[in-house]
């Protein structure tokens, strides 16, 4: 009896047997789950972020035509690496060039973006320089570019590569200038011919107003809304903006304004071996605009080590003109209106970055531009700076050992002690957003597929054609104003400025010229005004 009973006491019941199994069948199931789960989430992340073999990069849905590719970016081509965010791109390794911020290199459909911004420029520069300058400006909003070139520029080997990228339009110096000359209203006027038939940086200045005279025209024919006359070693900075865009800060510009002003802020390298400025250089001076008064004047003499002035160069900086009727230039640095003093704003962050002197080369390239002698009287009548006045003197004089020890006192900013105090206190700032987007380019490959894709030979029908449209639409002013056409005597020259005296000499203001930052001569007279 005993045993029968410890027998059945060790028999499981049907209820608690029936308990265990539904325990551990809910076990398994939970698991299951839990295992299965993520792996759905992520073969549907799969799914959606690799449909059909090739990846959805969301750049591509910004681009009206998802079918723009780099050249050798077809079908066939490695899938390309996923753009997580805006500010974050992954490079593939692979030969094949990516642009991160667009799709396709040739920008065709630049129309769409508004507003439309133009840069005009003057240069006789290689394609090391211009490419790096112009595509810098492609990726912070810039759409048009009219390329008035000679020298290196101008020749065989750069201009099929120039004329093959869309939104490029270029001149060459072999009939232009007399060209413009012939239909130009400002070389007629009084407010420029101070700077008439002088030599190097007066020609220059010439040649730029009379550029952007003709770039006005060729902006107004393209649809363009602001236009920026700017040299291939400056650098538009649109810092204070919602973001690092030329475009969105000029969108953001009241309607009611009509001429935005950059203060310019001037590069301070740190070594005397400079070969590329856009992808070494990362330390600039500020504008006077920029900075508090006592600090500027405080800072004056650490700032200026002996030089001229606070800056090597210029320091009025570069300016952006909505485009208008009677818009005209007023000099390289801004622009003027035939019937209105322009609405203008200053900026209090944006800036133009100024590559001056930033290689050592720079001391001898401009001393092999002009063929002034090298005293300190004729000097002058070839720079309007005394920087380059010096320099020159240097470059015309000295041997290259005591070029290169010149260069670094007054060019090159090895002493660290002084860069941290100035640093410090915002005479000098970094900024690297230019090094980046440089950097990203280069290795993206833009720069030689733009050059292996231009055709062997050269055609100007593009050029010509602009030409032809900018022709008509200015003839009627041409006809009905005085030109001084070239070869007519100087009494007829000395008739079209009286007539343009009495008619418009309310308005003719002297062309702003490239002017030094105020100088310690100049406290007194800013603390009186």
Same mark, same amino acid.
């Given at each position: 009896?005993?045993?029968?009973?410890?027998? =059945?006491?060790?028999?499981?019941?049907?209820?608690?047997?029936?308990?265990?199994?539904?325990?551990?069948?809910?076990?398994?199931?939970?698991?299951?789950?839990?295992?299965?789960?993520?792996?759905?989430?992520?073969?549907?992340?799969?799914?959606? @972020?690799?449909?059909?073999?090739?990846?959805?990069?969301?750049?591509?849905?910004?681009? $009206?035509?998802?079918?723009?590719?780099? $050249?050798?970016?077809?079908?066939?081509?490695?899938?390309?690496?996923? %753009?997580?965010?805006?500010?974050? &791109?992954?490079?593939?390794?692979?030969?094949?060039?990516?642009?991160?911020?667009?799709?396709?290199?040739?920008?065709?459909?630049?129309?769409?973006?508004?507003?439309?911004?133009?840069?005009?420029?003057?240069?006789?520069?290689?394609?090391?320089?211009?490419?790096?300058?112009?595509?810098?400006?492609?990726?912070?909003? %810039? !759409?048009?570019?009219?390329?008035?070139?000679?020298?290196?520029?101008?020749?065989?080997?750069?201009?099929?590569?120039?004329?093959?990228?869309?939104?490029?339009?270029?001149?060459?110096?072999?009939?232009?200038?007399? /060209?413009?000359?012939?239909?130009?209203?400002?070389?007629? *006027?009084?407010?420029?011919?101070?700077?008439?038939?002088?030599?190097?940086?007066?020609?220059?200045?010439?040649? @730029?107003?009379?550029?952007?005279?003709?770039?006005? &025209?060729?902006?107004?024919?393209?649809?363009?809304?602001?236009?920026?006359?700017?040299?291939?070693?400056?650098?538009?900075?649109?810092?204070?903006?919602?973001?690092?865009?030329?475009?969105?800060?000029?969108?953001?510009?009241?309607?009611? &304004?009509?001429?935005?002003?950059?203060?310019? #802020?001037?590069?301070?390298?740190?070594?005397?071996?400079?070969?590329?400025?856009?992808?070494?250089? +990362?330390?600039?001076?500020?504008? #006077?605009?920029?900075?508090?008064?006592?600090?500027?004047?405080?800072? #004056?003499?650490?700032?200026?080590?002996?030089?001229?002035?606070?800056?090597?160069?210029?320091?009025?900086?570069?300016?952006?003109?909505?485009?208008?009727?009677?818009?005209?230039?007023?000099?390289?640095?801004?622009?003027?209106?035939?019937?209105?003093?322009?609405?203008?704003?200053?900026?209090?962050?944006?800036?133009?970055?100024?590559?001056?002197?930033?290689?050592?080369?720079?001391?001898?390239?401009?001393?092999?531009?002009?063929?002034?002698?090298?005293?300190?009287?004729?000097?002058?009548?070839?720079?309007?700076?005394? /920087?380059?006045?010096?320099? /020159?003197?240097?470059?015309?004089?000295?041997?290259?050992?005591?070029?290169? !020890?010149? #260069?670094?006192?007054?060019?090159?900013?090895?002493?660290?002690?002084?860069?941290?105090?100035?640093?410090?206190?915002?005479?000098?700032?970094?900024?690297?957003?230019?090094?980046?987007?440089?950097?990203?380019?280069?290795?993206?490959?833009?720069?030689? +597929?733009?050059?292996? =894709?231009?055709?062997?030979?050269?055609?100007?029908?593009?050029?010509?054609?602009?030409?032809?449209?900018?022709?008509?639409?200015? +003839?009627?002013?041409? @006809?009905?104003?005085?030109?001084?056409?070239?070869?007519? +005597?100087?009494?007829?020259?000395?008739?079209?400025?009286?007539?343009?005296?009495?008619?418009?000499?309310?308005?003719?203001?002297?062309? %702003?010229?490239?002017?030094?930052?105020?100088?310690?001569?100049? *406290?007194?007279?800013?603390?009186?005004?």
């Amino acid at each position: 009896m005993a045993g029968g009973l410890y027998s =059945s006491s060790l028999r499981p019941s049907p209820l608690a047997s029936s308990s265990s199994s539904s325990h551990t069948s809910f076990a398994s199931k939970l698991l299951l789950l839990l295992t299965l789960l993520p792996l759905t989430l992520a073969a549907f992340a799969f799914v959606l @972020q690799w449909r059909g073999g090739v990846n959805d990069d969301p750049v591509s849905r910004w681009s $009206p035509e998802a079918s723009h590719k780099f $050249p050798g970016m077809d079908n066939t081509s490695p899938p390309l690496a996923t %753009v997580a965010r805006s500010d974050c &791109v992954l490079l593939p390794d692979t030969s094949s060039p990516s642009f991160p911020y667009y799709r396709d290199w040739k920008y065709s459909f630049e129309s769409d973006l508004k507003p439309k911004i133009c840069i005009t420029t003057s240069t006789s520069a290689g394609l090391e320089q211009i490419l790096p300058w112009m595509f810098y400006h492609k990726v912070i909003g %810039v !759409t048009t570019f009219f390329l008035f070139v000679e020298g290196k520029a101008a020749s065989p080997s750069v201009s099929k590569v120039l004329e093959s990228i869309p939104s490029f339009v270029f001149s060459s110096p072999t009939w232009s200038y007399n /060209f413009y000359i012939a239909f130009s209203r400002i070389w007629n *006027e009084t407010w420029l011919s101070s700077f008439f038939y002088k030599p190097c940086n007066y020609e220059l200045f010439v040649k @730029q107003s009379l550029n952007m005279e003709m770039a006005i &025209v060729m902006a107004r024919d393209s649809g363009v809304d602001w236009i920026i006359h700017l040299d291939t070693d400056e650098l538009m900075h649109p810092a204070g903006g919602r973001e690092y865009s030329l475009r969105q800060l000029l969108l953001d510009v009241p309607e009611n &304004v009509d001429m935005v002003v950059f203060p310019n #802020y001037e590069s301070s390298v740190e070594r005397d071996d400079i070969k590329e400025p856009f992808t070494e250089v +990362s330390m600039f001076k500020k504008n #006077y605009d920029h900075l508090p008064k006592d600090t500027y004047f405080g800072m #004056y003499k650490e700032s200026t080590r002996g030089n001229p002035n606070y800056f090597l160069t210029y320091g009025n900086g570069k300016s952006a003109a909505r485009i208008q009727d009677h818009l005209r230039p007023n000099g390289a640095h801004r622009w003027h209106n035939y019937r209105k003093s322009p609405n203008e704003i200053k900026l209090e962050e944006a800036a133009v970055l100024h590559y001056t002197y930033a290689k050592f080369s720079d001391l001898t390239s401009r001393r092999d531009r002009c063929g002034c002698k090298p005293t300190k009287e004729d000097v002058k009548r070839c720079f309007m700076l005394e /920087f380059d006045r010096s320099a /020159f003197i240097i470059a015309s004089t000295a041997t290259e050992e005591e070029m290169l !020890t010149w #260069y670094r006192e007054h060019v090159v900013w090895t002493d660290k002690t002084i860069n941290n105090k100035l640093l410090k206190k915002g005479i000098l700032t970094r900024i690297y957003a230019p090094m980046a987007i440089m950097q990203g380019l280069r290795e993206s490959g833009v720069f030689r +597929s733009v050059i292996e =894709s231009a055709p062997t030979t050269l055609s100007r029908d593009k050029f010509l054609a602009s030409i032809e449209s900018s022709n008509s639409s200015r +003839s009627s002013a041409s @006809q009905s104003l005085p030109s001084r056409k070239m070869g007519r +005597s100087e009494v007829s020259h000395a008739t079209n400025r009286r007539v343009l005296e009495s008619t418009d000499s309310a308005i003719h203001e002297v062309a %702003v010229s490239p002017l030094p930052p105020p100088g310690m001569e100049d *406290e007194l007279m800013l603390i009186e005004a």
